[in-house]
């Protein structure tokens, strides 16, 4: 049974930090891409960063240079470090990766970032 745990969400102050987890398991096949998006209250579901196997990243525009995007391809877990949080990055953080067949998400966690 394929699985995304996400952990490291929370309450956070403007201008800090933290570091999303997101391990995957269950998945017979090699994964390719892993990444990030996330909803905020009232809005579509965006894209907000991914990494492929090779290490090739994308981030969305409004996090980039705040956020950075790693994975660990022996461990299938995939890291989200946010730096220089603003309260527009507020939202419910969602996982994903895919094995070129098929696309899986984790429950996702909750970020909000308020003084």
């Known amino acids: 049974q394929a699985q995304l745990v996400e952990s490291g969400g929370g309450l956070v102050q403007p201008g800090g930090s933290l570091r999303l987890s997101c391990a995957a398991s269950g998945i017979s096949r090699s994964i390719n891409r892993m990444g990030w998006y996330r909803q905020a209250p009232g809005k579509q579901r965006e894209l907000v960063a991914y990494i492929i196997s090779g290490g090739t990243t994308n981030y969305a525009d409004s996090v980039k240079g705040r956020f950075a995007i790693s994975r660990d391809n022996a461990k299938n877990t995939v890291y989200l470090q946010m730096s220089s949080l603003k309260p527009e990055d507020t939202a419910v953080y969602y996982c994903?990766?895919?094995?070129?067949?098929?696309?899986?998400w984790g429950q996702g966690t909750q970020v909000t970032v308020s003084s």
């Open positions: 994903t990766a895919d094995d070129r067949l098929r696309n899986y």
